[in-house]
């Protein structure tokens, strides 16, 4: 029996993961190949391109420069995370 597919965290994992996962299909590289390049485990690439882990800023560095891209390419413009209560 297969387990319920897990809706990405919030909307703003949703849209990074999207974002790198359009950028690693432009370039053509399957998810072991870019989590090579990013010096990242691929079942790691794989939960954030499905908005399941929210990278450290030292992830989002990495996923850049092995994309080979910037960071404000994969991050300019991304929904704001609602606030939460203090």
């Known amino acids: 029996?297969?387990?319920?597919?897990?809706p990405p965290l919030n909307p703003t994992a949703k849209a990074f993961g999207a974002r790198v996962r359009a950028r690693r299909t432009e370039l053509g590289w399957s998810q072991e190949v870019a989590a090579h390049a990013c010096g990242v485990h691929w079942t790691y690439l794989g939960q954030v391109e499905r908005g399941r882990r929210s990278p450290r800023v030292e992830n989002i560095l990495r996923f850049a420069a092995g994309l080979k891209t910037t960071p404000g390419q994969l991050m300019d413009g991304l929904p704001v995370p609602a606030d939460r209560a203090q």
């Open 1 to 6: 029996m297969s387990s319920p597919v897990k």
